[in-house]
């Protein structure tokens, strides 16, 4: 079992920056993918961004340019670096991580001010 914890949401300005940060409690070399998902109210869950093992990152075409998924082996975390942000990238920012399967944390919030 693995357990993620996330931190760094917050409220921000357009145009501000952000970084959140996932804890995971096992080694992060023992995890296939770790990313991140978000939520905004009545929308569906959407994928952000995600980092595999071997170090291939995936972004969704709406933060291309804009945000940045890395990792830290020694911390067991890895950080959203989020720049130039929107209003629209306003949500519930989840962390996941996938060893066999999916888990997740809490949630932080992240609210982007017009």
């Known amino acids: 079992q693995v357990q993620v914890v996330e931190s760094g949401g917050g409220l921000v300005q357009t145009g501000g920056s952000l970084r959140l940060s996932c804890a995971a409690s096992?080694?992060?070399?023992?995890?296939?993918?770790m990313g991140w998902y978000r939520q905004a109210i009545g929308k569906q869950r959407e994928l952000v961004a995600r980092?595999?093992?071997?170090?291939?990152?995936n972004y969704a075409d709406s933060v291309k340019g804009r945000f940045s998924i890395s990792r830290d082996f020694a911390k067991n975390t890895v950080y959203l670096q989020m720049n130039s942000l929107k209003p629209e990238d306003t949500g519930v920012y989840y962390c996941?991580?996938?060893?066999?399967?999916?888990?997740w944390g809490q949630g932080t919030q992240v609210t982007v001010s017009s």
């Open positions: 996941y991580a996938n060893r066999g399967y999916d888990y």
């Open positions: 096992t080694s992060i070399f023992s995890i296939t993918t």
């Open positions: 980092i595999s093992t071997n170090g291939i990152t």
